[in-house]
């Protein structure tokens, strides 16, 4: 393998996974464009060394053809090693909280940069490049064009129950919110009386869970409102 050959495929992984990288940078990710060239790199590395011990296994088979019955290379023996062990890598940027889960698209953005580097390795450009840019597809586009209603629980405190409760299912009606379950509890403070309503909403395709918080934060009687972990 020449040494253009090599600095080549380094430096594809180099750009390839960068982009990749920047995208979860950009987002504030665990992991940024530092950790995913690393970890291209190093798949690309170990690619090109299971890539040259296969052409040297050759080399050596064809030189002296006596040993051809005993020389073997098994190409895919180091590649699983890399598509097995990135997933440590990977498990270290998900965090687990009581309420939520974060880090799992980084996780998978890790080993997919590892696959990537592989193909980069073995001199499958087509195969590397297409990938990226699916992966890109997937991480920055994906989202925009796929749109896929979600609940969520949002929690509103206020006051004067008729009058605010007659503004929320105005909202809800006129923006075609549709309600699954509503929760009630009422809190007291200096002779106040606190209504405390938990919604399980889901959100028409046009409409945003900031856009709705923005519109009923307006109000004057809304003291509070938030969105609560499932």
Known sequence: MSFVDITFRLVLSIIISGCIGI??????????????????????????????????????????????????????????????????????????????????????????????????????YPIAIIGAAAIMIGLTWMKRIIKVPSEKKVEVKFVHKLQTKEFLNNYFEEKQITIKDVEFSVEFQNDLRIYNNVYTVELPIALTYMDMIEDISIHKNVMKIKIVSV
Request: neutral net charge; aromatic residues 2%.
């Open 23 to 124: 995208e979860r940078e950009h987002k504030n990710r665990p992991a940024g464009i530092r950790t995913h060239i690393l970890v291209c790199v190093g798949a690309t590395v170990i690619a090109l060394i299971q890539d040259q011990i296969s052409i040297d296994a050759l080399a050596m088979a064809q030189a002296d053809p006596a040993l051809s019955g005993v020389i073997r290379s098994d190409q895919a023996r180091l590649i699983a090693q890399v598509v097995s062990g990135v997933g440590f890598l990977g498990a270290g940027t998900i965090v687990v909280t009581q309420r939520s889960i974060l880090g799992l698209t980084t996780a998978a953005t890790i080993w997919a940069v590892a696959c990537l580097g592989i193909a980069i390795g073995m001199g499958y």
